[in-house]
């Protein structure tokens, strides 16, 4: 895994950070239209300092490359709205990569993550017959065991905020957020959407598993969202399947995950919530 070794002026704390907000951690931030930059730029909005990822690598092997800057550019907006931030490069299919992410964010932020969205996703096409294991093992050392490992390590550090009700008789109020992003995408697409799959059951584990500790899990089924990935058939395909007569954007997502990360959606949990305009199955 890489870890940026010295913050760059855009991604530095500020110099009298406000000790009452809270942090987020959001994996998958390497592109500024992507789906993560959107959760991030909502979540900075409404109060929280923000650690995100990204992987440049995979970024370059994909059709539409990388985005030079990108990380600090997304950074400076977050940091103009208020939040202090830490943009980390990992390569999550190193196991040991979870650890040393919330190693960095807990030190360059000053504080336990409260918040882990997972919106990082290896995902190159391949169906049943031409998918090689290599293929099919990155994805699910992505999609999967790294969204595993960045659940269990969250758990383990996890420290509810001041003022949530301490175990006991009286129930503990829910002051934890795990938010996933999933896909139902299988056809032509079997490595992404099986792994996809997987992480929809350890997020929904950790929604009982992780209770005690006053944190809700959910999974976000977030639909076609055109972040630069479609081609103009399948773009036009997708509109006339969706009554709302529209893609998705990013910002749609990231209201859905506010909410859930605010107070006022603590009771939300163990759900898979499909936020893609009707679209059909």
């Known amino acids: ?144 065991r790294a969204s595993w490992l960045l659940i269990r390590e969250y758990g383990l550090r996890f420290r509810g905020a001041p003022g949530s009700t301490a175990a006991g008789t009286e129930p503990r109020t829910p002051t934890g957020r795990i938010v996933a992003l999933t896909s139902d995408h299988t056809v032509g697409n079997l490595p992404y959407g099986a792994s996809k799959g997987a992480l929809d059951r350890i997020t929904l584990a950790a929604a009982h598993e992780l209770a005690h500790l006053g944190v809700t899990a959910n999974v976000v089924n977030p639909g076609p969202i055109d972040t630069g990935w479609m081609t103009d058939d399948l773009r036009e395909s997708l509109v006339r399947g969706t009554p709302l007569g529209r893609l998705g954007t990013p910002r749609d997502t990231a209201h859905l995950v506010d909410f859930l990360c605010s107070p006022e959606g603590q009771w939300v949990n163990g759900q898979l919530l499909k936020s893609n305009g009707g679209a059909a199955a």
């Not at 940091?79 to 999550?92: F, K, M, S």
């Open 1 to 144: 895994m890489t870890i940026s070794a010295q913050p760059s002026p855009s991604q530095a704390p500020s110099p009298d950070p406000a000790p009452s907000r809270p942090i987020a951690l959001i994996t998958g931030v390497g592109r500024s239209v992507g789906i993560g930059a959107g959760i991030a730029r909502r979540l900075a909005a409404s109060g929280w300092d923000i650690a995100f990822t990204y992987w440049t690598p995979y970024d370059r092997r994909m059709e539409w490359g990388v985005e030079a800057g990108a990380a600090e550019a997304i950074a400076k907006e977050l940091a103009d709205a208020g939040a202090r931030t830490a943009a980390i490069e990992a390569d999550l299919t190193d196991p040991d990569a979870p650890a040393r992410i919330f190693d960095e964010a807990e030190q360059r932020l000053g504080g336990p993550v409260t918040a882990l969205v997972l919106s990082h996703a290896e995902s190159v096409d391949s169906g049943l017959l031409d998918t090689t294991v290599e293929a099919f093992d990155r994805h699910f050392a992505v999609n999967s």
